[in-house]
């Protein structure tokens, strides 16, 4: 089983306000990732990192801002909240397999976030 | 570029009925192949994979060949339960980066 967290896992909050989704894995793996999703839909990468101090901006254009000062901690901010970031925010981890190219991810449970 | 095509959903079945979901990919390499699910309310867990031609990845009851002469990895299961209901994922990844190609998802629904 892979230990990624999430919190919190539902957030309901006001236009504007600044949040912190916070993501954390204890299984020592280099790579992390933020996806958005709007629920059972296709998957969008929005932010991702290699290592410690660097990110890197995913394929959809996203607000939001990543850190990565430590290998198991990856938040995700919004410094201004609106309406269209309402979605759910996936993260998750990788480290190679050590079996051919096979970098495959581990999930947490998911950031349900709505903006009213 | 690379790029991963699956069976639109959703798809709905009934239970003990047999399944298949459809995934081809696009790839310049010699990717690794990945099914993931995602139960409602939750994140994404991986299901099965395969790294090289021929290989058949299985759990749960689900299996999936690599197929390299027809580049398709397609899900299949012989009888479906109600609790299978879930949105089903198909990933490529290449050994020239760390990230994982997806295709678009799908639903299935398994009615009693």
């Known amino acids: 089983e892979a230990d990624i967290y999430q919190t919190p896992r539902y957030l309901v909050i006001g236009t504007g306000k600044k949040i912190t989704l916070e993501c954390s894995q204890t299984m020592g793996h280099d790579k992390m990732y933020w996806y958005q999703q709007d629920p059972g839909m296709e998957l969008h990468l929005i932010h991702y990192s290699y290592g410690v101090n660097s990110t890197e901006k995913g394929d959809l254009s996203s607000e939001s801002t990543v850190s990565r000062i430590r290998t198991e901690h990856f938040p995700l901010t919004l410094e201004s909240a609106r309406p269209s970031h309402t979605s759910q925010y996936l993260c998750a981890s990788s480290e190679y397999s050590g079996r051919g190219p096979a970098y495959e991810q581990y999930f947490g449970p998911g950031t349900r976030l709505t903006v009213t | 570029g690379n790029s991963v095509t699956q069976m639109e959903g959703p798809v709905t079945l009934s239970e003990e009925a047999f399944l298949t979901i459809n995934c081809t990919y696009t790839?310049?390499?010699?990717?690794?192949l990945f099914w993931y699910v995602q139960y409602p309310g939750e994140g994404l867990q991986l299901l099965l994979k395969a790294t090289k031609a021929d290989d058949k990845g299985s759990n749960k009851g689900f299996e999936a060949t690599y197929r390299k002469e027809t580049t398709s990895f397609h899900l299949e299961k012989g009888s479906v339960q109600v609790s299978d209901s879930a949105v089903y994922f198909c990933?490529?990844?290449?050994?020239?980066?760390?990230?994982?190609?997806w295709g678009a998802g799908t639903k299935l629904i398994i009615k009693p």
């Open positions: 990933a490529i990844s290449m050994d020239s980066n760390y990230q994982l190609i």
């Open positions: 790839a310049t390499g010699y990717p690794s």
